[in-house]
Every structure is written in C-alpha cells, then in structure tokens.
C-alpha cells in the first residue's frame, strides 16, 4: 500500500512539472504578445503626431487606424488561443 502511494506521489509530481511547464509556456507567450502590443503602440502614437510634435496630424491617422486593425486582429487571435487553453485546462 505504502508503494502505491509513492508511485502515486511520482505520477502526480510528474504531471504538475508537466502542468507547470504549459503554464510558463502561456506566460511566456503573453508577455511576448504584451510587448509587442506596447511597441505597436507606441509606434502608432510616434505616427499620428506631425513634425512639430506637439499636435496629430490628419494625414497620418489613416495610416494609423489601418495598423491599428492589426493590432486589433492580433489581439482576437490571443483572446481566442488563451480561451482554447483555458478549456484544454479545465
């Protein structure tokens, strides 16, 4: 009995390094997408103002609503990932 309880024990361990290493994966994968994000916009924000810095320009914000769907689409495509690994976790 007290062996099954060890084999048990190394079954359970197993599967939580195993759990453990799809939750890092998730992590990693989510800050990635944050920093990508951050750096979308900010290059967005550096694309609206005009040359005088100090107000946005109309030209630009055309441009910067098209990329700006971009981001948006990336964002749905990782709501979407998360929403299945949280079904595959339940």
Request: aromatic content about 10%; some cysteine.
């Amino acid at each position: 009995m007290q062996q099954d309880s060890f084999a048990t024990a190394i079954v359970l361990r197993r599967k939580a390094t195993d759990e453990l290493s799809e939750l890092v994966k998730c992590v990693h994968y989510f800050i990635t997408w944050c920093s990508k994000a951050e750096d979308e916009i900010s290059n967005l924000t550096h694309m609206v103002m005009s040359a005088d810095g100090l107000s946005p320009s109309i030209f630009r914000i055309e441009l910067v609503r098209q990329r700006w769907e971009v981001v948006q689409k990336g964002y749905r495509e990782y709501k979407t990932s998360v929403s299945d690994l949280q079904f595959l976790l339940v």
